[in-house]
């Protein structure tokens, strides 16, 4: 655990991260699930922070982005579509009952649908 988990969850957040890979997803989909992984692996295996440009560059290098991908997205992240498209994914989890991150959501063809947190 984090030594000072709360200021990092609490005061810092986790909004740049969101953005970052909400516009990846948005336009390099192929790295989303490396980059998530890479996003919990730094934080929480390697106690190492993943809220500034420099955390987050490493974090999508280990994902294996390249540069011109990685900048792409930092400048994709500051635009109003991919602070929209955050805001309604948000939104659908929050209906959905999500109250935490991770959250997923898992159904079988269509049915059956089952939240897991943590």
Excluded at 98 to 111: M, R, S, V
């Amino acid at each position: 655990m984090k030594a000072d988990s709360f200021r990092l969850i609490g005061m810092i957040g986790s909004l740049q991260q969101q953005r970052f890979a909400t516009a990846v997803l948005q336009s390099h989909p192929q790295y989303i699930e490396h980059l998530v992984r890479s996003f919990f692996m730094r934080s929480w295996s390697e106690d190492k922070d993943v809220h500034t440009v420099d955390d987050i560059t490493a974090v999508a290098k280990s994902a294996g982005m390249n540069e011109k991908e990685i900048e792409d997205c930092f400048a994709a992240m500051k635009t109003d579509t991919v602070k929209s498209l955050l805001k309604d994914v948000t939104e659908e989890a929050a209906e959905r009952g999500a109250f935490g991150a991770p959250t997923t959501f898992w159904h079988e063809n269509g049915e059956n649908e089952q939240m897991f947190w943590g």
